[in-house]
């Protein structure tokens, strides 16, 4: 694996599409509560379709197998056996993942709640309004990212490997320490919303040795 700049394209392409939602972003004001939950709807969402896409490639046998005890087998499935163990894979990590964000969501609410939302106990459906209504604002930084990381989403729904979006989430989770320091810290925004660049759109890339 080599490190190597992007092309120029990409690079204005990505810095063009980052100024679009830290735009949206200080046009609405927001504060480091938002920045965190907007990292952890784009986990959840783009991580699910990662998850469906996948398991979609493998049913139509378009997806590459990893190197794994179970290879030999699922290459071996007939076409019309890969949609049961598609659909078992399904359920298993809508359960595991949507979980997964549930309970980190719990200890984010604690730490992190954002706006008018300090102490929500989802009874009432004025609260599940709110949270409808800040969800939607958070879509198009959950666009901006899903288009920085469109490189890496290609590669995990064409190869049959369902941890990868789960990378993403142990990401999230460094992210959100640096972020809860910063804001201790009382940083400005900017260098909070600089870093979400360089690690989202980094002009660098890995790619492997020719």
Do not use: C
């Amino acid at each position: 694996m080599a490190l190597t700049l992007k092309d120029k394209r990409r690079i204005y392409s990505d810095l063009a599409v980052f100024l679009v939602g830290f735009g949206v972003a200080w046009w609405v004001g927001w504060q480091i509560e938002d920045l965190i939950w907007s990292l952890w709807l784009s986990s959840l969402l783009v991580g699910y379709a990662t998850i469906i896409g996948s398991i979609l490639y493998f049913v139509a046998g378009r997806v590459e197998l990893p190197d794994t005890t179970s290879k030999d087998l699922l290459e071996g499935l007939p076409q019309i056996a890969r949609l049961p163990v598609g659909l078992y894979h399904l359920g298993f990590f809508s359960i595991h993942f949507i979980g997964f964000h549930a309970v980190h969501a719990f200890f984010l609410f604690a730490f992190f709640p954002p706006e008018g939302l300090e102490e929500i106990t989802l009874e009432g459906l004025e609260e599940l309004e709110m949270l409808a209504r800040r969800a939607v604002s958070y879509l198009p930084f959950v666009v901006m990212l899903a288009i920085g990381e469109r490189d890496r989403i290609r590669r995990s729904v064409k190869k049959y490997d369902l941890a990868g979006p789960y990378l993403n989430v142990v990401r999230m989770h460094l992210l959100i320490f640096f972020f809860g320091f910063t804001s201790f810290l009382g940083v400005d925004h900017i260098f909070v919303f600089t870093v979400v660049y360089v690690v989202y759109f980094s002009p660098w890339a890995f790619e492997k040795n020719k």
